[in-house]
């Protein structure tokens, strides 16, 4: 069974910055493509980015310009740096493969708010 937890969310004000992280753990056998998914209430979860497995990335256009997102070759380890945020980056944010798989944790907490 594989593990993610996601971790380096806090509340910011408008304009900040924040680095999350992806710590995983477990018998992995692959390579996955993986990404960063947002929810929000009332929301259906959203993959913001995502990291293929030749590192190509791709994102959604309301993150474009401002998130990165790499990952760690050696440790699965996954990163997303936010700069610039906005109010409606408020979400709690996780980390999976895509297509995503049984693996969701309970995800990182970003507040942006004023």
């Known amino acids: 069974q594989v593990s993610l937890v996601e971790s380096g969310g806090g509340l910011v004000q408008p304009g900040g910055s924040l680095r999350l992280s992806c710590a995983a753990s477990?018998?992995?056998?692959?390579?996955?493509?993986m990404g960063w998914y947002r929810q929000t209430p009332g929301k259906q979860r959203e993959l913001v980015a995502r990291?293929?497995?030749?590192?190509?990335?791709t994102y959604v256009d309301s993150v474009k310009g401002r998130f990165t997102i790499s990952r760690d070759g050696r440790t699965w380890a996954v990163y997303l740096q936010m700069n610039n945020l906005k109010t409606e980056d408020t979400a709690v944010y996780y980390c999976n493969a895509d297509p995503p798989r049984n693996w969701w944790g309970e995800g990182t907490l970003v507040t942006v708010s004023s």
């Open positions: 990291i293929g497995n030749d590192g190509r990335t």
């Open positions: 477990g018998s992995i056998f692959s390579i996955y493509p």
